[in-house]
């Protein structure tokens, strides 16, 4: 149950944030933000060592930000299958999504934003849908943009449904931050990192945007990341946690 909430506010000096929450099983091996990919060389991000691509890659000279969550729908055949892991190297370099051979993807949201533009690839592993996102404030989940595909009795979905209806109208509602390229964290992100860090929420907890479930069996899945990043005219702000929901957790690295 990834996240993905973005802000767009073309009369800002910094019009475009994207947030990226990471879900994952906390057992998958990953390291952090860096410039892992020698072949392309600009780009920023945190590596999964499993597959060997991220989850939300920046080119700090272009400006430019993308991020990758699983989406629904028929997924690849396996003995084809590529890592969804590639899909945000690949628009944070290039500026667009291009002809990756979708078919080989499972089901995926992929945001690329840039200061004066955001667009929203979703592919089902039937179909490909683009659309631009414009002003306002816009939630991704795995179910779809706002959650508009969720099903009816679907204990995921349930949770999702739960998220947004508690973290939507509280972010909406906050002071939007227009973070600069220097100072701490707070002063940067403002009324939205107490929301960002949990809103003291129990991680268990259904509304949880920063969960963690056992699952039984060694099996703990959850939120292993938050990413924040600002487009504006001065670049790209770029600041991590890998230890969600700890306020002093906060690393800069852009």
Not at 103 to 119: I, K, M, N, Q
Not at 142 to 157: F, K, V
Not at 193 to 209: F, I, Q, V
Request: proline share 9%.
């Amino acid at each position: 149950m990834c996240t993905a909430i973005i802000s767009v506010d073309p009369s800002s000096p910094v019009p475009v944030l994207v947030v990226g929450v990471r879900d994952e099983f906390v057992a998958r091996e990953w390291t952090g933000p860096g410039r892992h990919w020698p072949d392309r060389p600009r780009l920023v991000g945190g590596r999964d060592l499993r597959a060997g691509g991220t989850w939300l890659a920046v080119d700090p000279e272009a400006p430019r930000v993308a991020v990758v969550l699983n989406g629904r729908g028929r997924m690849a055949p396996e003995s084809a299958r590529a890592s969804r892991g590639e899909l945000p190297l690949r628009v944070a370099a290039d500026g667009k999504l291009g002809d990756p051979g979708l078919t080989a993807y499972d089901p995926f949201h992929l945001v690329g934003a840039e200061p004066d533009r955001v667009r929203l690839w979703s592919w089902d592993g039937e179909s490909l849908t683009e659309r631009g996102l414009g002003p306002g404030l816009h939630m991704i989940v795995n179910s779809g943009l706002e959650g508009e595909g969720q099903l009816e009795g679907e204990t995921e979905d349930a949770y999702m449904a739960a998220r947004l209806a508690h973290f939507r109208p509280r972010l909406a509602a906050a002071a939007r931050p227009e973070p600069g390229p220097d100072g701490p964290v707070e002063r940067a992100w403002g009324a939205w990192l107490p929301l960002l860090n949990g809103d003291g929420l129990p991680r268990a907890d259904h509304r949880a945007l920063l969960p963690l479930l056992d699952l039984g069996e060694g099996r703990v899945w959850g939120t292993t990341s938050v990413s924040l990043t600002a487009l504006g005219a001065s670049g790209v702000r770029y600041d991590f946690s890998a230890a969600p929901g700890d306020g002093e957790a906060w690393t800069r690295v852009l």
